[in-house]
């Protein structure tokens, strides 16, 4: 469906959730933020996937980075599945707030829409869908999975890692990349800026074409 996409402003909305209400902008303030709604609560995977949320937290938060859930039920619906969420991933709390959006609103202003899913009175569910936000409030990556299929988090883990890279130095990750591998350096940079922008050396590839734009170093 046509909405919020990659490069967009995240909409400031308001949104009473688990931790009281929210203004999503200043939630996010001058962090990475993930966004991810959920098509109901009291759900199989979607059970899995906030018990998976809640057991990466601790790695969310040493890169920086804030958490949103977000599902169309009320919210004494999300304190009581929180609940069964904990109790099925032992261990592990659901420190982030989840969203209440029981007129469905906010899954419209977020794009987060599944056009195929709906609930019992024939209203709209959610996708399982997941922005990742920049500091400046703009998305930076967004994932889309029918109802059916469950979240890989250590994919969201890498993704963010790699964003993060990205936006602190000019490179980018090669196919997959896993945190610790060589990063691409940009294109734009030319051999003489790498040199002096990574000082720690870099690798070029031997290729046929002899150009010299597969450049490989760790940051």
């Known amino acids: ?3 919020l996409t990659i490069g967009d402003t995240i909409p400031d909305l308001v949104a009473d959730s688990t931790h009281g209400k929210i203004k999503l902008h200043d939630y996010i303030g001058a962090s990475w933020t993930i966004i991810f709604s959920h098509p109901g609560d009291f759900t199989p995977v979607c059970t899995t996937e906030l018990g998976q949320m809640a057991a990466q937290a601790p790695e969310f938060a040493r890169l920086g980075v804030k958490l949103v859930g977000l ?3 009320d919210l004494q619906s999300h304190n009581e599945w929180i609940k069964d969420i904990e109790a099925y991933t032992p261990g592990c709390k659901v420190t982030y707030p989840i969203l209440a959006d029981p007129n469905r609103e906010i899954i419209k202003q977020l794009n987060m829409v599944d056009p195929d899913e ?19 409030k703009r998305v930076k990556l967004s994932f889309l999975y029918p109802a059916t299929t469950g979240r890989n988090m250590d994919e969201v883990v890498r993704v963010l890692e790699s964003l993060q890279k990205a936006s602190k130095y000019k490179v980018a990750t090669p196919a997959n990349w896993k945190p610790g591998d060589p990063a ?3 294109p ?4 003489e800026q790498a040199k002096e922008m990574f000082p720690q050396g ?18």
């Open 184 to 186: 691409v350096i940009s």
């Open 1 to 3: 469906m046509p909405g």
């Open 118 to 136: 709906k609930d019992s009175a024939g209203n709209p569910l959610p996708s399982r869908a997941l922005h990742i936000v920049g500091p400046d």
């Open 202 to 219: 870099y690798k070029t590839a031997d290729l046929p074409s002899k150009k010299d734009y597969l450049r490989f170093t760790n940051v």
């Open 188 to 191: 734009s940079v030319s051999n």
């Open 71 to 73: 599902s169309c039920d």
